[in-house]
Each structure stands twice: as C-alpha cells, then as structure tokens.
C-alpha cells in the first residue's frame, strides 16, 4: 500500500492520504503528503480499524478543492458510496485505496461483503450471508427482546462514543444532544428514546462497521441492533445501504441534507 500511495502523491493525483501511522508503537490517524512521504514507512495497513471516513470528511471540508486518497475496507467503501450520495464528500475529490479484510475479521463482523471493490492489500475472502446476532436476538419473544433492550440501554453512560466513532454520524446538530429532545443530567439517557433515536437516524446510513460498539465503554451490543435496522431497511425498502453507488436510500429521500459539500465549494 506504501508503494501504491507513493505513486499516487509522486504522480500529483492526490495532495494527501488519510491512513494509519504507528506512533508510540500505536496506530493514529495521519495525513501522508509528498512533504511527509517518509513517514509512510510508518503505515499500518494491518486488521486495525478507524473511522478513517469521519477524518477524510473534516479534511475535505477544510480543503474542498483538494483530491485525497483514503484507506478503505469494504465496509468503507460502502461508507464512500452513502456519503457522496448524502452530499458529504465530492467522488471526484477521493481516490480510495483498497484492503481486502481477513476471514477471522469478516467472520467476527458477519459481513456479507469483506472486500472493497480493488484492493492493493490482502486475499479476498467469502461474505457471510448470515447473522447470529440476529438469529439469537430472533429467537426472544417480542416482550423478552424488548427487556433485553431496556437492559442494555439502562448501563449506558452517555458518553457519546458510539456517535463520535461512527464514520456515518455527520449531522451538524445532533437530535440525542439536544436539550429539548433528551433531558440533561440523567443516567442513563432516557430509556429507550436516546438509544432508538440514533437508530432511526442510522436508518439508510449505517454501513455495518461495528466502530461503535468497539468504541462503547458498556459494552452495549449496538452493532446487533444497527444490524437490526439494517435488515429493516432491506426488507422494506429493497435496500441495502452503500452497496449502490447510485441509487439513494430511503430517508436521503425525505429531507435536506444538513450540510453539502457543494456549499463548501462556492
Ligand atoms: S465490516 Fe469488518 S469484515 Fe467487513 S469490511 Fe468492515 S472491517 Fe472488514
Ligand atoms: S456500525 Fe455503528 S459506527 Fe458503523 S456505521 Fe453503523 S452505527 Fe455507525
Ligand atoms: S458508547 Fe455506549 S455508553 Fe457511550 S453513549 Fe454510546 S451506547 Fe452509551
């Protein structure tokens, strides 16, 4: 991937890449331009996750008419599709460069698609097709899922981390840090409006990378129930988010959006 980045910076077909640098012998994130370049013996492009989209996503606000390069995995890559079509990020000014996920990681994720569509790094591997997260969530009565729900949401310490991970969490004001939708000074956020709120606001956007349910502190199974929404969505709508690189998803349909790229442009 080194070798790949080099030659995109050398070439002038892009002004920076968002990777992973080792530093203090910890992956962080980095922005590798031709100024930098040695640091790119530094790359990690090992299992390690990051929303490397939610950095790509200040830097390309920051500077619009730049071209940048971001590492992506499959999931990112469906990141990439729902964020140029939510207006968020310009195709035209990112050039991805692609890792192909091992099969312990996409077992581990349950992801139906563990590659992007090229890859410099790695073997392409199998999806998984289905998710026993869910076949267990499935198998609890109604009245029984919905108590396992209140229980998990009631050890939540509203530390927001599952949104500041998340590459997908983009809105300029967010509704579950609003005042006059969520009370202040109460633990745990209110049951089950904070938690139900995002889901529904990750409806059509949520990508399946599982970044906030590594980020949460409680150990909230929220990825199962994203997944949940996700399935939600398919089923209904016939949609399956970020696979299309066209086609919106059912609320992008509904609303404006709450920031475009285009307006950073101007
Ligand atoms: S969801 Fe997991 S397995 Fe799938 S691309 Fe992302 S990191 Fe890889
Ligand atoms: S899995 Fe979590 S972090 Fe990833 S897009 Fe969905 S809600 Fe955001
Ligand atoms: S990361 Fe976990 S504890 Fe923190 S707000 Fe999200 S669900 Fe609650």
């Known amino acids: 991937m080194a070798e790949k980045v080099k030659e995109l910076l050398n070439e002038g077909r ?19 331009t031709k ?7 530094n790359l990690v492009v090992g299992d390690v996750r990051y929303p490397l989209n939610k ?3 200040k830097l390309a606000h920051r500077f619009p008419k730049d071209r940048l390069g971001v590492m992506v995995r499959g999931c990112d890559e469906r990141g990439l599709n729902e964020l140029f079509k ?14 192909a996920c091992p099969a312990a990681l996409a077992e581990a994720c349950e992801c139906y698609k563990p590659y992007p569509s090229e890859w410099v790094v790695g073997e392409k591997t199998e999806g998984i097709s289905h998710s026993k997260r869910l076949e267990k969530n499935e198998t609890l009565t109604q009245e029984k899922r919905l108590q396992y729900w209140l229980g998990q949401f009631n050890k939540c310490i509203k530390c927001y981390g599952c949104r500041d991970a998340c590459p997908m ?42 970044l906030c349910e590594e980020a949460c ?20 709508f ?12 059912p609320l992008n349909l509904l609303g404006e959006p709450t920031m475009d790229i285009s307006d950073v442009n101007k």
């Open 14 to 32: 892009i002004t920076g890449f968002v990777g992973l640098r080792k530093q203090h012998n910890q992956p962080a994130p980095h922005l590798f």
């Open 86 to 99: 939510w207006n968020q990020l310009s195709r035209d000014h990112v050039t991805p460069v692609g890792i």
């Open 55 to 57: 950095v790509l996503l």
């Open 35 to 41: 100024e930098n370049m040695a640091d790119l013996e």
């Open 217 to 236: 502190p409680s150990d909230i199974p929220v990825r199962t129930l994203y997944k949940e929404v996700g399935k939600i969505v398919e089923n209904l």
């Open 169 to 210: 969490c983009f809105c300029k004001v967010c509704s579950i840090q609003d005042r006059n939708f969520i009370l202040t000074g109460k633990l745990p956020p209110e049951n089950p409006t904070f938690h139900l709120s995002r889901a529904v606001h990750m409806i059509g956007r949520c990508i399946d990378c599982g």
């Open 238 to 249: 016939d949609y399956r988010t970020g696979e299309d690189t066209k086609a919106k998803s």
